[in-house]
């Protein structure tokens, strides 16, 4: 067991994944000699050689494309898109291309790739280096998008993305890079799709992904210090395949869903979900769920304005005793 | 019809002889085999049996031909939305692209992509995308993949000239030329970019061509209605790619007889132009070529025969053959087969 930077779980999980397979490949700018502009490939140029880490131009288009090649001919490529606001220049790949190659060729096609993002607000980068895009992902039928919250989930999950057969976009929080967590030794490969329980309670269930878990956590812990109010945080981990099961047996013990959503608010994952659980949780609710989540705003940079929009544990806090204690 | 005459004036021009009878009557047939389903798509569109949109390559058969004649086995094509020439040119049989534009069960996809993405594995069409410039990159990837892995294939990657303007153009071929990649960029240039003279907005006169110096590529623009120098370019560019030298960018001129798609008459031509380019059909050179071969017109009617007959075989079995089984809906939507987002 060791204690490991999220940043540097990427890494490794990365370096356990291509010391078990030779086919998984790295694309992306930055990546090999300079380790990454988050650092979160540190050491694998120097290990794996410029064959296996290929560093880019500043080409996205081409980043996606040539992974979806390699992925199609045999490889197991993982690409990075440094900033996942990026995303927009390379979007036909994650709308058009990724998606729907296996379906529409009947099969024929496979696409078996990782994208790595650095996702996400809280470092005072703007409107164009600061965005939770999840949504902009989860949309297309044939993607599979995960986003951890922990080191340790990095590593697992990181190397079940590889192992998939399907494209993954991977979410990396960028403010969680330096954020520690124990690993345990040795392989570690988690699973797709099943959230995280991190603490029960039996007054409401709190959805969060990403940087908002740890905002979920501290603000349950307050919430029942506080006021004892009591309630159970799950991490969902993965948009799709989407754990619902878990969040519906959760809803049905508390009576009460909030979610906790960094993305502006409008087709944010939470309202799937809050969607979901009222087509089939609906008589498990005690009172309508809701959502907490950014504005429907592009994010500001400055400090003050950044922080009323990314919602904060005081944000959770009051927002899930007002709408308990009432 | 018959092979025309021989004309004095190029029976002047010295006779090459290094592609040899047995490749030209491939390259011959597989433009006829292009040329009668294409035209057979056409007349099944009239018929309100080939649904949606398609985009023939009638004119441009050439070129489909040469490059693929000059593939080896296990070598990748990548096509435009324009796919079916190049699908069929790898030997994929005339009933599956005919039952595929027609949605019907016996299609190469069984009707779940369409005409605009013709896909065969087995025969090395690694897909037709229809999003423009977008199989740039992934050819350049699956060559990405060759070199890595120490194979031999040379991956090939057809677009129109409109696609010399978008971004993914650019990032694909430099990113090919700085990793020395095994890939093939072909422009088939037919001078227009859907409606509009792809003249009236490129900032230079050979859409692809002009612009290889700018990637330190040598400029190679070569008449893409004449199979056996497309042929001939083909087979140096795969060549210099095997050896590792890196990709190869070609412009191809050619035309195309139809409209852009089904639904474009082409009343934007100048007078006169299609009919100008008509005189100069690959299939017409070609009965030329192998004419002036000494290739007896009877072998060249008896490959007619038999192209016309594998076609109207085609569009009797895809005329017989039922719907699309809507069974399939749902399937192969994740690796699983399945279409689960959710437990």
Redesign the interface.
């Known amino acids: 067991m060791a204690e490991l930077t999220y940043r540097d779980a990427v890494s490794r999980g990365l370096a356990q994944e291509m010391e078990r397979d030779p086919d998984v490949?790295l694309i992306g700018e930055d990546i090999g000699k300079a380790g990454g502009v988050f650092k979160a490939t540190v050491g694998l140029f120097d290990r794996f050689g410029p064959?296996?880490v290929?560093d880019?131009?500043i080409?996205e288009?081409?980043?996606?494309?040539?992974?979806?090649?390699?992925?199609?001919?045999?490889?197991k490529?993982v690409a990075e898109i440094m900033f996942a606001d990026f995303l927009g220049?390379c979007y036909?790949?994650i709308a058009?291309?990724f998606p729907k190659?296996?379906?529409?060729?009947?099969?024929?096609?496979?696409c078996?790739l990782v994208v790595r993002l650095g996702n996400g607000g809280g470092a005072r980068f703007g409107a164009q280096h600061s965005q939770s895009v999840e949504n902009w992902c989860m949309q297309f039928?044939?993607l599979?998008v995960v986003s951890p919250s922990s080191p340790v989930d990095v590593v697992g999950l990181l190397a079940a993305a590889i192992r998939?057969?399907?494209p993954v976009m991977f979410l990396e929080h960028k403010s969680l890079y330096a954020t520690k967590g124990e690993v345990p030794d040795g392989e570690i490969v988690d699973q797709l799709?099943v959230a995280k329980v991190l603490r029960h309670g039996g007054d409401a269930t709190i959805v969060a992904l990403g940087m908002m878990v740890h905002r979920a956590t501290a603000a349950s812990e307050r919430l029942k210090a506080e006021y004892g109010i009591d309630c159970t945080v799950i991490d969902l981990r993965s948009l799709?395949?989407?754990?619902?099961?878990t969040v519906l047996a959760s809803v049905a013990e508390t009576g009460r869903l909030f979610t906790v959503e960094e993305n502006p608010r409008v087709l944010g994952w939470g309202a799937e979900i809050v969607s979901?659980v009222a087509d089939e949780g609906f008589y498990d609710l005690d009172a309508p769920p809701i959502r907490i989540t950014a504005p429907n705003i592009p994010l500001p940079a400055a400090d003050a304005l950044e922080d009323l929009c990314i919602p904060s544990v005081d944000r959770v806090v009051e927002t899930i005793r007002a709408a308990l204690v009432a | 019809m018959t092979a025309k005459p021989r004309k004095p004036a190029e029976a002047a021009i010295p006779l090459n002889d290094d592609i040899g009878e047995d490749v030209r009557l491939g390259l011959y047939r597989t433009q006829m085999i292009i040329r009668e389903a294409e035209q057979r798509a056409y007349d099944l569109f009239l018929q309100n049996l080939v649904k949606g949109t398609s985009h023939l390559s009638l004119g441009q058969e050439a070129i489909a031909a040469g490059f693929a004649m000059a593939m080896k086995p296990g070598d990748l094509s990548f096509c435009t939305y324009r796919g079916h020439a190049h699908t069929l040119a790898r030997g994929v049989e005339p009933e599956k692209v005919l039952g595929e534009l027609m949605g019907r069960d016996n299609g190469l996809m069984r009707g779940k992509g369409g005409s605009m993405h013709l896909t065969s594995v087995e025969h090395g069409v690694m897909g037709s995308y229809a999003i423009i410039g977008a199989h740039l990159p992934i050819a350049t990837g699956a060559a990405w993949r060759a070199k890595y892995r120490g194979d031999s294939d040379v991956s090939v990657c057809f677009f129109g000239d409109g696609t010399t303007n978008i971004g993914a153009f650019h990032e694909a071929i430099n990113l090919a030329v700085i990793w020395k990649l095994p890939v093939v960029f072909v422009c088939e240039n037919n001078l227009y970019m859907e409606y509009t003279p792809i003249s009236e907005v490129t900032a230079v006169a050979q859409p692809a061509a002009d612009r290889a110096s700018a990637y330190g590529l040598e400029r190679i623009l070569i008449d893409g209605n004449d199979a056996d120098v497309v042929y001939r370019t083909a087979s140096q560019a795969y060549a210099r790619a095997r050896a590792g030298e890196g990709p190869s960018l070609i412009e191809c001129l050619t035309y195309r007889h139809s409209g852009h798609s089904r639904a474009d008459p082409a009343k934007y031509r100048p007078e006169g132009e299609l009919e100008d380019w008509k005189k100069r059909d690959p299939i017409l050179v070609y009965r030329d070529r192998l004419a002036k071969f000494g290739v007896a017109s009877e072998k060249v009617a008896l490959i007619d025969d038999e192209v016309r007959d594998i076609v109207d075989k085609a569009t009797d079995a895809c005329k017989a053959a039922p719907p699309t089984s809507t069974d399939i809906l749902f399937t192969d939507v994740y690796a699983d087969g399945g279409w689960a987002w959710r437990n």
């Open positions: 490949v064959e296996r290929c880019t131009p080409s288009q081409a980043i996606l494309g040539a992974a979806m090649g390699a992925a199609m001919t045999g490889l490529p220049v036909d790949y058009n291309e190659s296996r379906y529409m060729t009947n099969g024929q096609v496979k078996p039928p044939g599979k998939d057969p399907d799709g799709v395949p989407m754990d619902t099961r979901i």
